[in-house]
């Protein structure tokens, strides 16, 4: 089993609607992340997050350490939010460098 | 900055060819990783290192080596090529965990082993 899950694995909306994808860890950890891989293949961090929640624009993310479960939502989505959406984990483990691990990631499809 | 950059993008090799992939960062970042990933699966890591003149395996270390001689660099060696070899690689940079655990992540290579 992977140590970090995520879930749908692919997720087709419409232009406007709000968008949640789930990511649930097995581990304990000193951070969990949020990147968007777009279909040109370039990885960007969108959150990197310990507790709480944080937004950035129409991003919210946000993490339950106790349950080790964390959740990205997108809100009013648009066509050009379609990317791959990968949860990644510092595990509380790693005592050198900052090694993560990652979850399969999910497509998500967002049509006008 | 330029952040992180790879060299090339993309590469076809033939079975049992030689190749280095370059990662070059000008962030002055101590921590440096490589990545494959395969259609339909996770990132996983190769190698990583935590600063100049030190390296470590990941997940997935063989039929690869690297070198760290400046904090700039960290290229990829893969000797003697082989289908399995077949991805997408990413190198990574990172502050040092006391003050940040944030991942930059280059633009990537495809390679092909035919």
């Known amino acids: 089993k992977n140590e970090v899950e995520q879930s749908p694995q692919n997720l087709t909306a419409q232009e406007g609607e709000f968008i949640t994808i789930n990511c649930s860890y097995s581990?304990?950890?000193?951070?969990l992340h949020w990147l968007q891989q777009h279909p040109g293949g370039g990885i960007v961090s969108l959150f990197m997050l310990s507790s709480g929640k944080k937004k950035h624009g129409r991003l919210i993310a946000t993490i339950n350490i106790q349950e080790k479960h964390s959740s990205l939502h997108i809100t009013a989505s648009h066509p050009r939010d379609s990317a791959v959406y990968i949860c990644a984990v510092t595990p509380r483990r790693e005592t050198s460098g900052s090694r993560l691990t990652f979850g399969e990631g999910t497509q998500l499809t967002v049509n006008p | 900055n330029a952040g992180v950059t790879q060299t090339p993008k993309f590469r076809i090799l033939k079975i049992g060819q030689s190749m280095t992939l370059q990662c070059t960062q000008d962030?002055?970042?101590?921590?440096m990783y490589w990545y494959r990933q395969d259609p339909g699966m996770g990132l996983k890591l190769i190698y990583y290192?935590?600063?100049?003149?030190?390296?470590d395996k990941g997940e997935v270390p063989n039929g690869y080596n690297v070198s760290r001689s400046t904090t700039e660099d960290f290229p990829l060696r893969l000797e003697l090529a082989a289908p399995s070899q077949t991805s997408v690689y990413f190198c990574a940079s990172s502050y040092s965990p006391r003050s940040s655990y944030e991942q930059y992540f280059g633009p990537g290579t495809r390679l092909t082993v035919t």
């Open positions: 962030m002055n970042h101590n921590y």
């Open positions: 290192s935590v600063g100049a003149g030190i390296t």
């Open positions: 581990v304990g950890i000193s951070a």
